[in-house]
C-alpha cells in the first residue's frame, strides 16, 4: 500500500465551483499534515496545514481524520488561478521524513 | 518567499560525467533536503542534512553523493550520471527537523542523454 495516496485527476471544473480533494496515508502514526500547491514547471509551495479541529484560510478548508487516515482540501468559488496540482503530504517523527503524495491536478475553466 | 535558490536551473549532460547542483539559502536554517521529482513518483527524498557536515541517505540516495561545507550551501554531486537521473531536482529547507513544513527552492532541470 502507498503511503500517501491521491486521485491523480484531473478534475476539470467550471469557474466559481467548489472542488473537494481526498487523501490517505498509511501510517498511523503520521503526526502532520500539509497541502502543497504545485504550479506547471514551478516548486511545490505550502498551502496550508491541517490541524486536527480542521481549519480554513479563505477559501479553501482543510479537515483531517485520523481514525480514518484521511486528509481532505476543499476550495469554494474556484478560480482560474487555482488551476495546479495539489500535493497532499504528510510528516512523521524523526529527521527526514515528509512524505508527499503523487498529486492531483486541477483545472478551473471559464 | 523562501530564500532559497538553485544552480544551475537547467543542464544537459552526458551519461558518465560527474554533475554538481548547488542549493543556497539565505534563511540560516538548520535543516536541508534534496529531492528528484518524476511522472509517476511524486517527489522522492534524495539526501538530506541535519547540519553542517551532518547528513543521511533519504529513499533514492543510490547514484548521488552531498555535502554541507556552510549552513547555507547544500551540494548535490550525480557521481557518474545515467539516463535515469534525468529528472526535476528540488532543494528544501526547514527551521526544524523532521515533520515540519518544508520549502522548496525553484528546481534544477537535468537532462542526461
Known amino acids: 500500500r502507498k503511503e500517501v495516496e491521491q486521485d491523480p485527476g484531473p478534475f476539470n471544473v467550471p469557474e466559481g465551483a467548489t472542488v473537494a480533494f481526498n487523501c490517505t496515508y498509511s501510517?498511523?502514526?503520521?503526526?502532520?499534515f500539509f497541502w502543497y500547491r504545485q504550479d506547471c514547471r514551478k516548486e511545490p509551495k505550502l498551502l496550508m496545514s491541517?490541524?486536527?479541529s480542521g481549519n480554513e484560510d479563505g477559501r479553501f478548508t482543510a479537515q483531517l481524520n485520523r481514525a480514518s487516515q484521511y486528509i481532505s482540501l476543499l476550495i469554494r468559488d474556484s478560480k482560474l488561478s487555482d488551476s495546479a496540482t495539489y500535493l497532499c503530504v504528510v510528516g512523521n517523527s524523526g529527521y527526514s521524513t515528509l512524505t508527499f503524495g503523487k498529486g492531483t491536478m486541477l483545472l478551473v475553466s471559464p | 518567499d523562501a530564500g532559497i535558490t538553485q544552480s544551475p536551473r537547467h543542464k544537459v549532460t552526458e551519461t558518465g560525467t560527474p554533475v554538481t547542483l548547488r542549493c543556497h539559502q539565505t534563511?540560516?536554517?538548520?535543516?536541508m533536503y534534496w529531492y528528484r521529482q518524476d511522472p509517476g513518483h511524486g517527489l522522492r527524498l534524495i539526501h538530506y542534512s541535519y547540519g553542517v557536515k551532518d547528513t543521511d541517505k533519504g529513499e533514492v540516495s543510490d547514484g548521488y553523493s552531498v555535502s554541507r561545507s556552510k549552513t547555507e550551501d547544500f551540494l548535490l554531486t550525480l557521481e557518474s550520471a545515467t539516463s535515469s537521473q534525468t529528472s526535476v531536482y528540488f532543494c528544501a529547507i526547514s527551521p526544524r527537523q523532521g515533520r515540519y513544513e518544508q520549502y522548496f527552492g525553484p528546481g534544477t532541470r537535468l537532462t542526461v542523454t
Open positions: 501510517n498511523s502514526a503520521s503526526q502532520s
Open positions: 491541517v490541524y486536527s
Open positions: 534563511e540560516n536554517h538548520r535543516y
